[in-house]
């Protein structure tokens, strides 16, 4: 059987100044690129600033919509900021809901302790559980992710390990993705 690919949106979580978050999207979309079951947009946070008071109506909020809508799945470059998801990432999803709706979700964590962003991702599977999105057992993760640059800048260091991780999420990912779309094909999800 033959399927179109399945359009990602990857969200990069981070705003920070200082941040490590481009570099882990950049060597993660470099994994999706050598997929053709997978077509990513990616949503860089720094490059779609929310409000802390954004309403579902805000002008900002109407021009992501139609992106987030048109997505079969998700993927969240986040990292862990106090043991929890950054402020700006859960501003951007509290902002919407029936976007995020029974749509597979997969995770890209790091943090700078041996937890590597696990904490932040176990909120944002309660947060996900919400809006009936399925969100992938196996994640990728980064613990001590200074650690994962080489002496010469290159991240990963070692990108074998990450590459097998982010294969076995991705291809969970599509298989979740195929299968609801093809479900809200025959039956629209909620109706």
């Known amino acids: 059987m ?16 200082g941040r490590l978050a481009p570099d882990v999207a950049r060597w993660f979309s470099e994994q999706t690129d050598q ?30 919509r139609p992106r987030l809508a048109s997505a079969d799945a998700f993927v ?6 106090n043991r929890s998801v950054p402020g700006p990432l859960k501003t951007l999803i509290d902002s919407f809901n029936s976007e995020w709706e029974a749509k597979p979700v997969g995770f890209v964590c790091y943090g700078l302790s041996m937890a590597g962003g696990v ?9 996900f559980a919400e809006f009936h999105s399925v969100g992938m057992k196996d994640t990728v993760s ?50």
């Open 119 to 127: 904490r932040a991702v176990e909120h944002l599977r309660q947060i």
């Open 76 to 81: 969240f470059i986040v990292p862990e900021y």
């Open 142 to 191: 980064f613990p001590r992710i200074l650690d994962h640059y080489g002496a010469d800048g290159r991240f990963p260091a070692d990108p074998e390990g990450a590459g097998a991780a982010a294969k076995l999420m991705l291809d969970q990912l599509v298989w979740w993705a195929r299968a609801l779309r093809d479900a809200k094909a025959r039956h629209p999800y909620g109706s």
């Open 35 to 64: 997929r053709e079951d997978i077509v990513t947009d990616v949503l860089d946070l720094v490059d779609a600033p929310l409000p802390a008071d954004l309403a579902p109506t805000a002008p900002s909020a109407a021009a992501l």
């Open 2 to 17: 033959s399927y179109r690919p399945i359009r990602t949106v990857v969200v990069v979580g981070s705003a920070r100044d």
